[in-house]
């Protein structure tokens, strides 16, 4: 199996430790928090143990933790065949992180950008490698998630496209190609839908709940636009659209103030325990 690093333990990096450990890989996890790092072990383990009641497939918790090895500085990533980038949705923050990543791994080492809206081909001119880089949007829950966006960049090679396909496909991962554009297809429609919910919100056409219910009820979405934005992180949404606003220069991707406030407020959703919605009970 191939040796992966997975850069950055928030709840997607956390997602894609875990999907590619239950999938036999080596990972090797990395943040610069050493308390992050370990966060993401307990919660990969609480995963594990509760898999099969969630109607998930039985999950040995020890063997899964036991392929996961972590740090807090990139040199842990130097045997890594691909890694897999899932910092902060900031372009000065990714920027600055692919030259030291091209310094870390070895020459030949992919890297794969999971990314909500930064240009692949953007980010792959921060390397010396642009051939070796690929965009891969992960949704999330990760490890319950069948389908990814696959996004190669300007210069992205055939080898890499490969490595990468044959990496999520022993992630049970459908892989679906799209072109690079900020926002890919999915966010360029959710980040839009999501901040206009906020909107609503925010003029008092209704609250969080009514217009999560609409959605639900009427449409027949599983989740409504805020909850999902609770799960994505309230923070990561906000990053997102002003991407899209400062990409496309359209007015249409104005960020709703509401997001602002939130973000700097702390209510970043589930990870926060609120964001739209209370989540004090979990």
């Not at 081909?121 to 966006?149: I, Q, W, Y």
């Not at 210069?155 to 496209?161: D, F, L, P, Y």
Request: charged letters at 20%; a negative charge; glycine letters at 8%.
């Amino acid at each position: 199996m191939t040796k992966v690093g997975v850069v950055g333990a928030g709840v997607m990096g956390t997602g894609v430790a875990q999907n590619l450990a239950t999938s036999g890989h080596e990972v090797t996890l990395v943040d610069v928090d050493g308390a992050t790092v370990s966060a993401a072990l307990d919660r990969i383990e609480l995963e594990c143990r509760m898999s099969r009641m969630l109607g998930g497939p039985e999950l040995d918790a020890d063997a899964v933790l036991a392929r996961i090895s972590t740090g807090t500085k990139l040199e842990a990533l130097a045997e890594s065949a691909v890694v897999i980038e899932n910092i902060t949705e900031n372009w000065d923050l990714k920027a600055r992180l692919y030259p030291r990543l091209d310094a870390a791994c070895k020459d030949d080492t992919v890297f794969v950008v999971n990314t909500s809206a930064i240009p692949i081909t953007k980010l792959a001119a921060c390397t010396g490698r642009p051939d070796r880089v690929l965009g891969v949007h992960f949704m999330n829950p990760v490890p319950m998630k069948s389908a990814c966006e696959f996004i190669p960049g300007y210069h992205t090679s055939e080898a890499t496209k490969d490595t990468v396909r044959e990496l999520l496909e022993s992630m049970g991962k459908k892989p679906i190609p799209v072109n690079d554009a900020s926002g890919f297809v999915s966010n360029r429609v959710l980040m839009l839908t999501v901040n206009e919910a906020a909107f609503l919100v925010h003029e008092g056409v209704a609250d969080a709940a009514t217009v999560d219910e609409v959605f639900r009820e009427c449409f027949g979405h599983p989740m409504g636009p805020l909850e999902t934005a609770d799960l994505i992180g309230v923070d990561t949404i906000l990053y997102s659209v002003e991407v899209l606003y400062e990409e496309f220069n359209d007015s249409k991707y104005r960020p709703c103030p509401l997001l602002k406030q939130m973000t700097a407020a702390g209510l970043h959703g589930r990870k926060s325990g609120k964001g739209f919605h209370s989540y004090s009970h979990a």
